[in-house]
């Protein structure tokens, strides 16, 4: 999975206090008696539950509608546990980094309708179908660092209409040039491409996307610090953070 539980929750203790002070709270759930008692009421439910079956988290979704869940170092969960979000219509965020989910979960999305923000980083997730976007129109950010992702996914992601920020950091499974479909995009603001093998041909065509604002280049290989600083200089509304 590339982080232990106790890295996630270094992570997720600050983010859950912020989101706390927002006002827009959610409930937390620790073990199997949380999972119980969890009042039907509650919407925002994040779950730090390693030993979560997906028999467990199937009961516990079938009884309720979600606006967000976020599964905090639940390693055990499959596609096949998160069947009953489509109980959750109203779902617009679903953070499953770190879990057992693979492609399946696409079916799982095409049942719902209102997704903004998806995090499937460290998962198997390789591809999303074409329904997922045409499902959730409203996408508008999608997180897959570390996953052996497919070329097809970079092209659905540059046609989805309103996808605004993409991480693809340290991915595998695509070449360098497969990173230059992106360039159809027509949404996205912030592209996250750290860690991968590149090109400067390949960075080049990146930096001509219309609507780019932001894209990291962190520990990216194959690329010239030279041409990253010319490019820059050629295209000053896009920010770049590299390794100089």
Not at 16 to 39: K, M, T
Request: hydrophobic share 40%.
């Amino acid at each position: 999975i590339g982080c232990t539980v106790g890295a996630y929750a270094l992570w997720f203790q600050p983010w859950l206090e912020r989101r706390n002070q927002s006002g827009r709270a959610f409930h937390a759930i620790h073990d199997s008696a949380g999972l119980a008692e969890a009042p039907n009421s509650e919407q925002r439910i994040a779950i730090e539950y390693p030993e979560m079956s997906d028999r467990e988290l199937g009961e516990f979704l079938e009884t309720r509608e979600l606006v967000e869940l976020r599964l905090l170092g639940c390693r055990s969960i499959t596609s096949a546990g998160l069947r009953q979000l489509s109980r959750s219509p109203q779902l617009d965020t679903l953070d499953i980094r770190g879990t057992a989910v693979d492609d399946g979960i696409s079916a799982v999305l095409c049942e719902l309708s209102r997704i903004r923000v998806l995090q499937v980083s460290h998962t198997g997730v390789q591809e999303l179908s074409d329904c997922v976007f045409s499902s959730n129109v409203g996408l508008t950010s999608l997180e897959c660092e570390g996953c052996k992702i497919s070329p097809r996914l970079l092209e659905r992601c540059a046609k989805a209409e309103n996808l605004e920020y993409l991480n693809l950091s340290s991915v595998t499974g695509v070449e360098p040039i497969d990173f230059s479909a992106l360039i159809q995009t027509r949404s996205i603001t912030r592209l996250d491409i750290s860690g991968n093998v590149l090109d400067d041909t390949v960075v080049s065509l990146l930096f001509t996307i219309p609507t780019l604002q932001w894209m990291s280049l962190r520990e990216a290989r194959g690329v010239s610090g030279t041409l990253i600083e010319s490019l820059m200089a050629r295209y000053p509304g896009v920010q770049c953070t590299y390794d100089r």
